[in-house]
């Protein structure tokens, strides 16, 4: 503390960080990775974050921002014939305003990036500062780098949000 070095029985924090970190759940980390995306989307489209199926994807005349789920990253084959089905079919019949949707795939790689900071994220707020035990046995410094590393993690989730949409898949424009 304050530029000088001790030992103590108080929990070290980074290894604090990384042993919360190994016991976050998967579906927690999902939830936390949809809820960033659909907030970071906005709300000048109509938006639809990760359908399943066309049908999910509603026929309207608004401008539709669809941000398609981790699967269908710009390497999966796969995302081709959805994207082409979505602007299709509303599922049960041909969309008619296909040229209003907007269609966006990940980038799988930073999509990874994104949930290993949603899993840091979920960590320090659930598992370090959520423990009452654990908060109450840390120094004042250390709560201080917690909050400050909550911020930074929440801000970098956004982030990571919006840059790790980055292809472009639309109806294609009439002849001339």
Same mark, same amino acid.
């Given at each position: ?15 604090? /960080?990384?042993?919360? =970190?190994?016991?976050? %759940?998967? #579906? =927690? ?6 809820? *960033?995306?659909? *907030? ?22 608004? #401008?539709?921002?669809?941000?398609? #789920?981790? =699967?269908?990253?710009?390497?999966? #084959? ?9 602007? +299709? !079919?509303?599922? +049960?019949?041909? %969309? /008619? ?10 980038? =799988? ?6 949930? *290993?900071?949603? %899993? ?24 201080? +780098?917690?909050?400050?590393? /909550?911020?930074?993690?929440? !801000?970098?989730? +956004?982030?990571?949000?919006?840059? !790790?949409?980055?292809?472009?898949? %639309? ?6």
């Amino acid at each position: 503390e304050h530029g000088l070095y001790y030992f103590s029985n108080r929990p070290n924090l980074n290894r604090v /960080i990384v042993e919360k =970190e190994e016991g976050v %759940r998967e #579906p =927690e980390v999902e939830e936390v990775v949809k809820e *960033q995306v659909a *907030q970071a989307a906005g709300s000048a489209f109509r938006v639809f974050v990760w359908p399943e199926k066309a049908a999910d994807v509603g026929e309207t005349r608004r #401008p539709g921002l669809v941000l398609l #789920p981790p =699967e269908y990253s710009n390497s999966n #084959p796969a995302t081709t014939a959805f994207v082409r089905e979505l602007l +299709t !079919s509303t599922g +049960t019949a041909f %969309r /008619i305003y296909k040229n209003t949707l907007l269609v966006l795939s990940m980038e =799988e790689n930073d999509y990874l990036a994104l949930r *290993q900071t949603a %899993r840091r994220y979920l960590a320090l707020v659930k598992g370090v500062k959520g423990d009452s035990s654990l908060w109450a046995r840390l120094t004042e410094e250390n709560c201080k +780098t917690v909050e400050e590393k /909550i911020e930074d993690a929440s !801000s970098l989730m +956004t982030n990571k949000a919006v840059s !790790s949409y980055r292809y472009l898949y %639309r109806a294609a424009a009439p002849p001339t």
